[in-house]
């Protein structure tokens, strides 16, 4: 299945990276491509992750990947990655 990410993702993608950052560089680029490379995962077994909670849509999911959310929506043959989210923040801000 083809993985695409949204604009939002990509700036979450970059987010977590500047966070990180500011400690290490180089753990910032593990996380990242890790993260990069779970959302690859996750497309090959879409369906693998759980209904998203706050949406009606069956084919919102969201699936975990160390202290990250990853929240998709299912299409014919892509998964489209919405956010990825660390799991301290607060969903509704």
Same mark, same amino acid.
């Given at each position: 299945?083809?993985?695409?990410l949204s604009a939002?993702?990509e700036?979450?993608?970059k987010e977590? &990276? =500047?966070?990180?950052?500011?400690?290490?560089?180089?753990f910032a680029?593990?996380?990242?491509? =890790?993260?990069l490379?779970a959302? =690859?995962?996750?497309?090959q077994?879409?369906y693998?992750?759980i209904?998203?909670? %706050?949406?009606? %849509?069956? %084919?919102?999911?969201e699936?975990y &990947?160390r202290q990250?959310r990853?929240?998709?929506?299912?299409?014919d043959n892509?998964m489209?990655?919405?956010?990825? =989210?660390h799991?301290a923040r607060?969903?509704d801000n």
């Amino acid at each position: 299945m083809i993985v695409e990410l949204s604009a939002e993702a990509e700036a979450d993608i970059k987010e977590i &990276y =500047e966070f990180i950052g500011l400690d290490s560089t180089t753990f910032a680029t593990i996380v990242t491509d =890790e993260l990069l490379s779970a959302c =690859e995962r996750i497309g090959q077994f879409p369906y693998s992750g759980i209904k998203s909670p %706050n949406q009606d %849509n069956p %084919n919102v999911r969201e699936a975990y &990947y160390r202290q990250y959310r990853i929240a998709y929506l299912i299409r014919d043959n892509s998964m489209f990655v919405l956010a990825i =989210e660390h799991t301290a923040r607060d969903r509704d801000n």
